[in-house]
Nanobody
Framework: QVQLVESGGGLVQAGGSLRVSCAVS????????MGWFRQAPGKERAFVAG???????AYAPSVKGRFTISRDNAKNTVYLQMNSLKPDDTAVYYCAAGGAAPLGPYNYWGQGTQVTVSS
């Protein structure tokens, strides 16, 4: 059974940094894309960042230059480093795996981790 478990969310002040992690178990995704999405209150889930098997990345325009996605295939883990955080970044962040490309589509999803940015 494939499981994606996010960690590292929390409360941070605007301008601060946070790193969220997603550990995957049940199978390896070294040949697939992995990504991060987020869902803010009252909004649909939206793409944040994705990374393919050779570390080619894609970012949403709203986070480009502030967020960095990376992966460690040996640990079957994907990371999202978030810098210069803004209150608009407040959302539940979801990890995704098994993608055909950085932008998706993705087959597996985590349960999400809350990120709250205070002004």
């Amino acid at each position: 059974q494939v499981q994606l478990v996010e960690s590292g969310g929390g409360l941070v002040q605007a301008g601060g940094s946070l790193r969220v992690s997603c550990a995957v178990s049940g199978r390896t995704f070294s040949g697939d894309a992995m990504g991060w999405f987020r869902q803010a209150p009252g909004k649909e889930r939206a793409f944040v960042a994705g990374i393919n098997w050779s570390s080619i990345t894609a970012y949403a325009p709203s986070v480009k230059g502030r967020f960095t996605i990376s992966r460690d295939n040996a640990k079957n883990t994907v990371y999202l480093q978030m810098n210069s955080l803004k209150p608009d970044d407040t959302a539940v962040y979801y990890c995704a795996a098994g993608g055909a490309a950085p932008l998706g589509p993705y087959n597996y999803w985590g349960q999400g981790t809350q990120v709250t940015v205070s002004s």
